[in-house]
C-alpha cells in the first residue's frame, strides 16, 4: 500500500505564493507520475499539474507561467510551486500517484485559500 501525505496549504492573498509538498511511503512500482489535483466547491476535480519520473511536467493551462511542479526522486516527494495567486485557484488539492501497475493512489487534500 502506499501513502502520500500532502503539506503546505493555507490562506494567502491575491498575488500570493505558496508551496505545497507530497511525500510518498510504502511500495511503488516504477515508472510513476506524481501531480496535483484540485476541486473547487461544486466543481469537478481537475488536473493542475503532474511530473513524469524523468522529470517532464505537464501543466493545465490556467496555471502554466504561474505554477511550477518538481519532484525529487530519493524522498519520492512532488512539489508544486504556487505563484501569483488567484481567487479562483481556491479549492482543496490532492496529490496522487500512479503507479507503473497502473494503480492510483491519492493524499488527502489540502486547502488553499486565496482572498482578494
Known amino acids: 500500500q502506499v501513502q502520500l501525505v500532502e503539506s503546505g496549504g493555507g490562506l494567502v492573498q491575491a498575488g500570493g505564493s505558496l508551496r505545497l509538498s507530497c511525500a510518498a511511503s510504502g511500495t511503488i512500482f516504477g515508472p510513476y507520475v506524481m501531480g496535483w489535483y484540485r476541486q473547487a466547491p461544486g466543481k469537478q476535480r481537475e488536473l493542475v499539474a503532474d511530473?513524469?519520473?524523468?522529470?517532464?511536467?505537464n501543466y493545465a493551462d490556467s496555471v502554466k507561467g504561474r505554477f511550477t511542479i518538481s519532484r525529487d526522486n530519493a524522498k519520492v516527494t512532488v512539489y508544486l510551486q504556487m505563484n501569483s495567486l488567484k481567487p479562483e485557484d481556491t479549492a482543496a488539492y490532492y496529490c496522487?500517484?500512479?503507479?507503473?501497475?497502473?494503480?492510483?493512489?491519492w493524499g488527502q487534500g489540502t486547502q488553499v485559500a486565496v482572498s482578494s
Open positions: 496522487y500517484l500512479h503507479n507503473g501497475l497502473g494503480q492510483v493512489y
Open positions: 511530473i513524469t519520473s524523468g522529470g517532464s511536467g
